[in-house]
C-alpha cells in the first residue's frame, strides 16, 4: 500500500466514525454492550451484597461467555460490519466512496477499520468496566486478586477474546454485508451454528469460531442444565493454534472480501 | 483507443433479461455533450457504465485511455454528479466535501482550499457549516455538482443537474457549463429540458429503449431525418405572394402564413431547391427578405421526430 493510499484508508475511517459510528443511531449497540456493565455496577455497589471472589470471578466468566461472545459482540458486531457496505447501499450513498480516486480495496479496509475501531472501543472498554465493578464491594481481596492474583492476566484475556471475537465476526459480517442483499438471513445461520457448537461432534465444532474464542477465555465453564447431556466435551484448543486460526481466517475472509468489492456494482434500485 | 476520447466499443448492458443499453458505439470528442432521451432510454445506464459504477455484459469503455474498473486512475479527470439525491448522515456540506476530497486523496490544507473554491463556484458558503439533512433539493443538488467538480476535472459528467435549481442558478450552470465546453473539457449532461439542451450543447446523443438512435451536432442529426420535411421560416414583406410561388414546388409539403409578424412557414422535402426558388423569386419580383432561418433543426424537434413517435415521454 503506497503513502497515498495510506492516507485514503485513514480518511474513510476518520468519515466512518464521524458519520455512523459515535452517532445517535447507534444506541442500541451501546445498550447491548454496556446493559450488563450497569448490572455489574449495581451488584458491585450494593451494600447488602457480600459474595466471594471465586462466585464473582465465575458469574464474571458466565456473562462473558454467554452474554458477550454468543450475543453482544456477536449482534454488535453484526450491525456494525453489515452496515458497512449494505447500510450504505440502502442509503444510497455508497457511489460517493466509488467515485473517489481510491482503489476500491482500500476503501473496504478503511471501512472496516473504521468499523473495528469503533467495536474495539465499545466492547473492550464494556467488558472491562464490567470485570471491575462486578468485584469492587470486595475491596482489599479485589486489589490483591488484581495485584498479587490471577486477576489481571484474566483481565488481559478477556479483553484479547474481545479484539479476537471482534476481528473474526468482523470480517465475516463485512463479507455477508458485501455478498448479500440481505445479510440477515446468512447471519443467523452463523448465529444458529455458532450456538449449536457445543453440541456438535469435535470435527464440527472445531470448525467455528466460539471453539476458538472460548479456548482463550481464562475461566472455563462446563456445559449444565438439562443441555448438558447432550454436550460434547472438547479439549481446549491451544492458544497458539486458535490466535493463529483466527487471524489467518478473518485475513482470508478479508482478501476475498477486497477481490469482491472490486466488481461491486452500484444497484440502489434493486 | 484514443486517449483524448470518450469511447464506447460495441458496448451492452444487460439487468438480467431487461435491456440497459445494447451495442453501443460513440466517440465523443471534447465539448459539451447531452444525452436526450426518455425514461429508461439507457442515458444514466450510459453514465454509470462510464464511471465505473456498473459494468459492461458486452464491449469495452475507454475515458481518455482509461477503462472505468481503475478508479484511482479515472477518477483523478473524471466527476461524476450522479441523479441520487441522497447524502451521507451527519455531515455539513462543508464536511461533506472536504471529508470526499481526503478520501479522493488530498491533504488536508489542499482539501480545504478545493472545499472553499467549490462551494463559492455554487453559491453554497452561507449554508456550508448546515447539515446537509436539512438542505433543500436544490442546495442538495448544488453541493453534490460541488462535490463533483472540486477537484476541478477535465472530464465532467452529470445526471440531470439542472433539477432543482433556481432560475438563476440553472442560468449560471448552463453557462458554467459552456465555458467549460470552450475550454475543451469534456461535459456530459443528460436532461429532460430540451431547450436547455439546445442551449447547452455542442452535440447530442438520442437514445431510445437502450439504444442510440442519433448522434452529433444538432443540425447534421436533422439533415439525416430524411422522412421528415424540413421547416423554414422565412420573414419578408409579401408573404402571400411568396406562398403562391413556392406552391409551383413539387416538393413543397406545407406553407402557413403569419400576417402579424409578416411570415411564412414552410414545410418542404428538399431545402436546397426552396432556397434556389427564394433567390429566383427575389431577383424576378424584388421580394425582400428580412431572414431565413431553419425552424426545426432544433433538438426539441430531432426529439420528436426520433423518439417521440414510438410512444414514449419526454
Known sequence: ?270 | MSADRIVFDNVSRFYGDVLGVNRVNLTIPPGVTSLVGPNGSGKTTLMNLMTGLIRPTRGTIRVLGIPPDRPEELMLKLGYCAQYDACPRGLTGRQFLYSFLRVQGYGDAEAGELTRGALERVNMTEAADRKVAGYSKGMRQRIRLALALAHDPPVVVLDEPLNGLDPMARAETIALFREWGRQGRYVIVSSHILHEVDRISDQVIMLSYGYVVAEGQIQGVRSEVKEQPVQVLVRCDRPQMLASRLFQLNHLVEAKIHEESRSLLVRTRDADGLYLMLNKVVTEDGLDIESVAPADDDVHSVYQYLIRPEGSTA
Not at chain 1, 457496505?85 to 444510497?92: A, Q, S
Not at chain 1, 466512496?97 to 473504521?114: H, I, N, P
Not at chain 1, 482489599?140 to 486477576?151: A, E, I, N, S, T
Request: net charge positive; proline share 4%; glycine share 8%.
Open chain 1, 1 to 270: 500500500m503506497s503513502p497515498r493510499e495510506y492516507q485514503q484508508m485513514l480518511a474513510v475511517l476518520r468519515l466512518e466514525l464521524r458519520k455512523t459510528f459515535f452517532s445517535k443511531r447507534s444506541w442500541w449497540v451501546y445498550l447491548l454492550a454496556f446493559g450488563p456493565t450497569l448490572v455489574c455496577f449495581v451488584h458491585g455497589a450494593s451494600a447488602r451484597h457480600r459474595g466471594e471472589l471465586a462466585e464473582d470471578t465465575m458469574i464474571f466468566a458466565g456473562i462473558f461467555q454467554f452474554y458477550y461472545l454468543k450475543l453482544a459482540i456477536f449482534f454488535g458486531c453484526l450491525g456494525i460490519f453489515s452496515n458497512l457496505i449494505r447500510g450504505e447501499m440502502l442509503e444510497k450513498t455508497l457511489h460517493y466512496y466509488f467515485l473517489t480516486a481510491a482503489r476500491r480495496e482500500v476503501l473496504l479496509w478503511g471501512k472496516y477499520l473504521a468499523g473495528l475501531a469503533a467495536s474495539l472501543i465499545i466492547f473492550t472498554s464494556a467488558v472491562t468496566l464490567a470485570f471491575f465493578f462486578i468485584r469492587m464491594h470486595l475491596g482489599q481481596v479485589f486489589q490483591d486478586y488484581l495485584v498479587r492474583g490471577p486477576g489481571l492476566a484474566q483481565l488481559q484475556s478477556y479483553v484479547a477474546v474481545t479484539v479476537l471475537a471482534s476481528i473474526g465476526y468482523g470480517s465475516v459480517f463485512l463479507l455477508l454485508g458485501l455478498l448479500y442483499r440481505n445479510p440477515m438471513i446468512p447471519a443467523a445461520l452463523v448465529m444458529i451454528w455458532e450456538a449449536i457448537s457445543g453440541y456438535l461432534p469435535t470435527l464440527l465444532q472445531k470448525m467455528s469460531m466460539s471453539y476458538y474464542l472460548k479456548s482463550l477465555t481464562p475461566v472455563q465453564l462446563g456445559a449444565e442444565g438439562p443441555l448438558a447431556l447432550i454436550a460434547v466435551a472438547v479439549e481446549p484448543a491451544p492458544p497458539e493454534l486458535a490466535v493463529t486460526g483466527l487471524l489467518l481466517l478473518s485475513a482470508a475472509l478479508l482478501m476475498y472480501a477486497s477481490r469482491k468489492v472490486r466488481t461491486l456494482e452500484i444497484s440502489y434500485s434493486e
